[in-house]
């Protein structure tokens, strides 16, 4: 038996007591967990996605749209542009290198995009199995893409119009896999890649498919077809362009110009997401306000359960005085309570967000493939275990204290 | 060996209290008799240690205890007074044997034996595990004896430790109290207005 065992033992006598007030600091510390975990996965994600990308010029619309679509692949693309213009911005001399995106079709919710090769490696992707694509209708799929539909190399695709699941489906032309990508922890992971001219030849198709409705024969169709893309090669169309500057000092200059003297439409990434962590970041400070808010009613409601039972229990402390107790072993077993309860409400407060951690990922998951699982502890978590320790002691001050000046001999009397 | 000489005590200045020198050789035990508010708990603290007298000394064992630091007085009445109230105390989230593990623990001592053998003594060893809050009245005072005892102290004190009881069980208590003392070679100081005490005890002072 000792002062520490002893608080233990008080702290499980009265375990609703205990409970009650671990439940408002669990809370606490579980919601500002929460929205730190959060924030930064989300922030990690996005940065992460972000590397060797210093502009996307796509079709006019919101630059915000075009950043999320053509970066994230979370949201649609503004449109699209021709390919010669965009060719023309790609040679400019203050270009460093540029990569083409495809959109229009996916397989079961995951978005195929016709690109360069350059986009695998922009990911550092590397291949798991089988090869990059080579000519049209191959694809290289990204490791969530595989593990969750369980396709292999040699499977193959057929592909729905648009980026929803419901899209009508291109059953005339299928796709071939032919490679497999090692995780990387970016969008690669839940993107189907194929060569441009896959995306070109499928739609121009569809196009064509509109323009001449009745006309239902598909193999004449796909010749003309075919004819055609030779013949107007610069008609054809892309969705967006990834871009990266010689010099980082071209990202000031360089954009705007585009905006003012071309219908296209150019966006700096990294400059979005600050915008849109700005308008998030106000709501996850009014949460975490609310949050520390908790904690200090939290730390409050710990006081006065550690006051109440420093009362109820004055006897027997003026007992263990008497068979040889000091003040400072009292003192310490009372600081020892709170201080067990806020640490144990600390530990259960970091579980919880974790739990919350996982719910939310798999919402996003289910909703925009993104998922965030990491379980490590921050750095401003450690913070709020320094926090929850405070709390502990701060709210045993003043019963600590009154037992330290206790008088034996009136308690005692006083029966 | 309890010696006091002069010693005066005051509450805020207005209750004074002047109390007749006790002095007690080895293996004696003492009754003090008084009726109520003339200071028998003040005496019983001021012998404790619980409280320090205004005037006069306090002599326990060779050791003028009016002269300790509060904390040095913590650890001599630790290792050498036993206490039992009137009313029962116990550490209530504790079992029995956890109570009588904790006083060894706090005056540094550690001896399952010695706490086998008391409740073997008192005949409560089967509520070694119960919660004071399942004892009866009879039962919690025997574990609060025991707990005046485990750390074999030089000298019990009693605070009306029979004033709530019928005859018999008043006998049964006082022979307890008188047995354990003289088996853990201990002297037993009562305080008491419970005159029905006098027959037990050869010694006794009246306030």
């Known amino acids: 038996m000792n002062i520490f065992k002893l608080s233990i033992k008080n702290i499980i006598s009265k375990p609703l007591n205990s409970l009650l007030s671990l439940s408002l600091l669990i809370l606490g510390i579980g919601i500002i967990s929460l929205l730190l975990q959060l924030n930064s996965l989300i922030k990690d994600q996005m940065d992460n996605n972000l590397k060797g990308i210093d502009m996307v010029v796509g079709a006019k619309g919101s630059p915000l749209q075009l950043i999320l679509s053509a970066v994230y692949h979370i949201d649609s693309p503004t449109g699209n542009i021709s390919l010669e213009e965009a060719e023309k911005i790609s040679k400019n001399r203050m270009v460093g290198s540029s990569i083409k995106l495809l959109y229009g079709d996916n397989y079961n919710g995951y978005r195929i995009v016709g690109t360069e090769k350059k986009f695998v490696e922009l990911y550092k992707g590397e291949i798991k199995d089988g090869r990059l694509w080579d000519k049209a209708y191959e694809v290289v799929i990204g490791s969530k893409v595989y593990e969750k539909l369980n396709i292999k190399i040699g499977d193959e695709l057929v592909s729905s119009h648009g980026l929803r699941e419901t899209g009508e489906a291109h059953e005339d032309q299928v796709y071939e896999i032919v490679g497999l990508l090692k995780p990387t922890n970016s969008v690669l992971d839940q993107l189907i890649l194929t060569s441009p001219e896959s995306v070109w030849d499928i739609h121009g198709e569809h196009e064509h498919d509109e323009e001449h409705e009745h006309d239902e024969e598909h193999e004449h169709d796909e010749e003309h077809e075919h004819d055609e893309e030779h013949e107007h090669d610069d008609d054809r169309e892309i969705t967006a362009m990834l871009i990266k500057f010689k010099s980082p000092m071209n990202i000031i200059q360089f954009p705007r110009q585009i905006n003012q003297e071309t219908n296209l439409q150019a966006a700096v990434p990294s400059y979005e997401i600050s915008r849109l962590f700005k308008l998030f970041g106000f709501g996850i400070e009014t949460l975490s306000y609310m949050a520390y808010l908790i904690i200090i009613v939290s730390g409050f409601s710990l006081f006065i359960n550690l006051f109440n039972s420093m009362r109820d229990r004055r006897y027997e402390m003026a007992l263990m005085r008497t068979l040889g107790a000091s003040r400072i072993q009292l003192s310490m077993m009372i600081i020892f309570e709170s201080l067990i309860l806020t640490i144990l409400g600390f530990v259960i407060g970091l579980l919880f967000s974790r739990i919350g951690v996982m719910f939310v990922s798999s919402l996003m998951e289910e909703s925009l493939n993104y998922d965030l699982n990491s379980f490590l502890v921050l750095n401003e978590e450690f913070w709020l275990l320094g926090l929850s320790i405070f709390i502990g002691l701060i709210s045993s001050l003043i019963p600590a204290l009154q037992v330290y000046k206790m008088n034996i001999s009136e308690t005692l009397a006083d029966e | ?207």
């Open chain 2, 1 to 207: 060996m309890v010696k006091t000489n002069g010693i005066k005590f005051n509450y805020d200045n207005e209750i004074f209290f002047e109390f007749p020198n006790v002095n007690l050789g080895k293996h004696e035990n003492l009754l003090i008799i008084g009726s109520s508010g003339i200071g028998k708990t003040t005496l019983l603290h001021l012998l404790a240690g619980l409280i320090k007298p205004q005037s006069g000394s306090i002599e326990l064992f060779g050791v003028n205890t009016s002269q300790l630091a509060s904390h040095e007085m913590d650890k001599f009445r630790g290792n050498n007074i036993g206490l039992v109230f009137q009313k029962s105390h116990f550490v209530n989230s504790l079992s029995v044997i956890e109570n009588l593990q904790l006083a060894q623990y706090l005056s540094n001592k550690k001896d399952s034996k010695r706490i086998e053998s008391i409740l073997n003594n008192l005949g409560i060893i089967d509520k070694s595990n119960k919660k004071p809050n399942q004892l009866s009245q009879g039962e919690k005072q025997r574990v609060s004896i025991a707990l005046a005892i485990v750390n074999s102290p030089k000298l019990i004190l009693a605070d009306e430790p029979t004033s709530s009881l019928d005859d018999k069980n008043c006998d049964n208590v006082i022979k307890i109290l008188k047995k354990q003392a003289s088996d853990f070679g201990a002297q037993l100081i009562v305080i008491t207005h419970d005159s029905r005490l006098k027959k037990h005890f050869n010694k006794s002072i009246e306030l």
